[in-house]
Structure formats: C-alpha cells, structure tokens
C-alpha cells in the first residue's frame, strides 16, 4: 500500500531560451532526462544553475532510516526528470556534460524523444494541486491485467476503460466469441 501523503515539484531556470542559436528560432520542447540512480536532484541543480528549465516532481513518502519513521522527498519518476528548451547542438553537448546525466532521451541530438506538453501540464497540475500521489505500473487501454487482490485475486482479463480509480476488466471465452466485463478497482490491478 503506498504511503504517499503529499507532492512537490520545481520547474526551476529561466523561462527564456537564449541558448538556442541559429538562423530560425527553435521552439522551446519538453524532453526526458535519464539520470543514474539517485542523481535526479544534483542533475536538476545543475542544470537551473547553468541557466536550463528544469523540471523535477517529487512525492513523500514514509521511509524509515535508524527505526526513525519520517516523510522524505523522492522523484515521481525514478531515475528521470524533465527539461523544457529549444535544443541545438550547443546546448546538447553543454546538458550532455551534467555530472550523473546518463543520456536525453531520444536517438541522436537532433532527433530527440518530445514529450507532449499536455504530459508534463497533467503531471504540473497534480503538483499544484497539492494531492496525494504514489506510483502505480503504466497501464494503457487494452492492455492484459491481473488483479492483485481482493474477490477477484489472480483473474486475467484485459483492460479496457479506465477512470482515475475504477476500470472495466473484460474476461473472454475465446472459443465462444463472447466476453464479460466486471468494474474493478484500478489500484488492485497489476500488468501481466
């Protein structure tokens, strides 16, 4: 059971991106930064400092170090964090050079991995909104689940709609075509 009480997040740096050069103006993009283990924050610090916009979301969580139980920060997304800026070669290679960067996402320089904005706005919102958080595995529609407990413990099936906490969980007899959906609880659902 996740402990997550509540959320942060910073999008640090400088709004502007006066390090993109060149003849036509590049549009500022959001990409994913892969960091070593436990290096989000001194790649996030970093990069505000050189002048980048960087963004890291954190969650609380309870953790218990020398049988002291206390609320510590931790990336929403392990080992990743995001920077928003019109990217060139310049920058690359100067973003390139963070201590514990592993890579940006993507497959040369100029063919980066985007993240849509309307990701990184859905991830800002719910920092804002100061909710509770905690992970859960990526899921998408259509997708083959187990539930993980409950009633329905160990049953397979596919997920076919799911709403910020309930999903419908089709089961299927293939040999007669047919199928049936029972509503479950999507925190109970693990992918198979």
């Not at 609320?71 to 514990?100: C, Q, T, W």
């Amino acid at each position: 059971m996740p402990a997550s009480l509540c959320i942060e997040g910073a999008v640090s740096g400088d709004s502007t991106n006066d390090r993109a050069q060149g003849s036509e103006p590049r549009r500022a993009q959001w990409y994913a930064l892969w960091t070593r283990s436990h290096y989000e924050q001194l790649v996030h610090d970093q990069l505000v400092a050189w002048g980048f916009r960087a963004f890291l979301p954190t969650i609380a969580v309870w953790s218990r170090r020398d049988g002291i139980r206390r609320l510590i920060a931790v990336p929403m997304f392990s080992g990743y964090l995001f920077l928003n800026h019109a990217m060139d070669k310049a920058s690359y290679v100067e973003i390139i050079k963070a201590r514990g960067l592993v890579n940006i996402l993507g497959e040369r320089w100029d063919r980066l991995a985007v993240l849509p904005d309307a990701e990184i706005n859905a991830i800002q919102g719910a920092v804002a909104a100061r909710l509770p958080i905690f992970p859960h595995p990526y899921l998408r529609d259509g997708q083959r689940v187990r539930i993980t407990q409950g009633p329905l413990a160990d049953v397979e099936g596919i997920l076919v709609r799911a709403k910020p906490s309930k999903g419908l969980l089709v089961l299927s007899v293939e040999l007669l075509r047919r199928s049936v959906a029972v509503e479950v609880d999507c925190t109970l659902v693990a992918a198979t």
